[in-house]
């Protein structure tokens, strides 16, 4: 849609989306879109959203490696200048 010149609607849809609860590839999609646009922290709060369920140390490095989700949060903190997570990390809404 942004591609398009439809920005507006891709705002109206974006805003809307977390109310829905978003699975986290669309989420990571909607991330690397804010990403693309340096809206960096509309891009973290994607990518947050993205990795809620995701519990770090219960992962090993390859899965790590292989969740763009995770990647993409890491790649945008370091750009925001943030630390890193935390080991054993949980993300947004996760328990």
């Known amino acids: 849609m942004a591609g398009l010149g439809h920005w507006d609607e891709v705002e109206v849809d974006a805003e809307a989306l977390p109310v829905r609860r978003p699975l986290p590839g669309p989420a990571a999609m909607v991330a690397e879109f804010f990403e693309h646009h340096d809206r960096l922290d509309d891009a973290l709060a994607w990518f947050s959203i993205a990795c809620r369920d995701q519990v770090l140390d219960a992962l090993d490095a390859d899965t790590l ?3 763009p989700e995770l990647q993409g949060r890491s790649r945008i903190k370091r750009s925001m200048g943030l630390p890193p997570d ?5 993300g947004v809404g996760g328990s």
């Open 86 to 90: 935390a080991p054993g990390y949980r």
């Open 65 to 67: 490696f292989g969740r």
